[in-house]
């Protein structure tokens, strides 16, 4: 499998549940992403993850947690959630932070009820 | 703050026809633009990606050009076809730093 995988592609949560989003990325990039896309509202960078290392952190709230356990891998586990955290969840990957291209997921579509 | 805005917010054309898609930027200041294509309920497919140091860049049917003293990006689209029917979106990248700021995006239907 090439590119980036991200699983579940639906997941429907009440707010008391814990989950976990998973992505995984086959190019050999260095940098993961965790991007929001809500209805009507432009993409919105969440985490970027450089070697392992959370390098940017966009003020999200707690009730999402980031885990980077390897270059290839990406978490996002959820906690807690309000219905209007319910949106599309992009993971993407890069060679670097600069001159390199940004490759996306699929997304998961999540509702929280 | 960067602000990016993409006009129209919606565009509908007959099969066949060339079209062109804009993006703007308050700060001309950016390390480069990139260009995606977002089909309903699915991620983002990278289409072009121009550096703040060139002035277009081509892959088959699309062409971006980017004007950063203007602070402008347009995507042309050639002898348009009904598959081109998606969301696209620009995105700025501001110095080094990994963050892409994006536009809202342009909605395109090519009707058949």
């Known amino acids: 499998e090439t590119g980036v995988t991200q699983t579940p592609r639906h997941l429907v949560m009440g707010m008391t549940n814990k989950k976990s989003l998973k992505c995984e990325q086959h190019?050999?990039?260095?940098?993961m992403y965790w991007y929001k896309q809500s209805a009507k509202k432009p993409l919105e960078l969440m985490f970027v993850?450089?070697?392992?290392?959370?390098?940017e952190n966009n003020s999200v709230p707690s009730r999402f947690s980031p885990e980077c356990p390897n270059s290839s891998h990406l978490f996002l586990h959820l906690h807690t959630l309000q219905p209007e955290d319910s949106a599309l969840y992009l993971c993407a990957s890069s060679q670097d932070r600069s001159h390199s291209w940004l490759f996306f997921g699929s997304g998961t579509q999540l509702s929280v009820l | 703050k960067q602000e990016v805005t993409q006009i129209p917010a919606a565009l509908s054309v007959p099969e066949g026809e060339n079209l062109v898609l804009n993006c703007s930027f308050t700060?001309?200041?950016?390390?480069?633009l990139q260009w995606f294509r977002q089909d309903p309920g699915k991620g983002l497919t990278s289409l072009l990606l121009i550096q703040s140091s060139q002035r277009e860049q081509t892959s088959g049917r699309l062409n971006a050009s980017l004007d950063k003293s203007s602070g402008r990006s347009t995507l042309y689209i050639a002898a348009s076809q009904p598959g081109d029917s998606a969301t696209y979106l620009c995105a700025v990248r501001m110095d080094s730093s990994y963050k892409l700021i994006f536009g809202s995006g342009t909605r395109l239907l090519v009707r058949p």
């Open positions: 700060d001309s200041a950016i390390y480069n």
């Open positions: 190019l050999g990039h260095n940098a």
């Open positions: 993850y450089s070697l392992e290392e959370r390098v």
